[in-house]
């Protein structure tokens, strides 16, 4: 059973940072391309920021120069340094699985960033 569990959320001041970590068990993570989404208070879930297998990197314009994805395909993780954090980043971070039938889902980590 595949199992996606995020961590490094929390509560920081505008232009903090936070590093959040994915772990990924149960699966071959090299194989699969990864992404990071959000979901704010009564808005839709949108995408952060994806990476392929081979690290190649896409983000949301809201994120560009602030955010940066990453893997360790050795401990099945992927990463999502968060810097020069706003308030309009709070929401509910969820990372996410790209595979053959469909994407697997954590369960998500809570940033709230305080103006």
């Known amino acids: 059973q595949v199992q996606l569990v995020e961590s490094g959320g929390g509560l920081v001041q505008a232009g903090g940072s936070l590093r959040l970590s994915c772990v990924v068990s149960?699966?071959?993570?090299?194989?699969?391309?990864m992404g990071w989404y959000r979901q704010a208070p009564g808005k839709q879930r949108e995408l952060v920021a994806h990476?392929?297998?081979?690290?190649?990197?896409n983000y949301a314009d809201s994120v560009k120069g602030r955010f940066t994805i990453s893997r360790d395909n050795a401990k099945n993780t992927v990463y999502l340094q968060m810097n020069s954090l706003k308030p309009e980043d709070t929401g509910i971070y969820s990372c996410?699985?790209?595979?053959?039938?469909?994407?697997?889902w954590g369960q998500g980590t809570q940033v709230t960033v305080s103006s």
């Open positions: 996410t699985l790209y595979g053959r039938t469909g994407n697997l």
């Open positions: 990476i392929t297998t081979i690290g190649s990197t």
């Open positions: 149960g699966s071959i993570f090299s194989i699969y391309d």
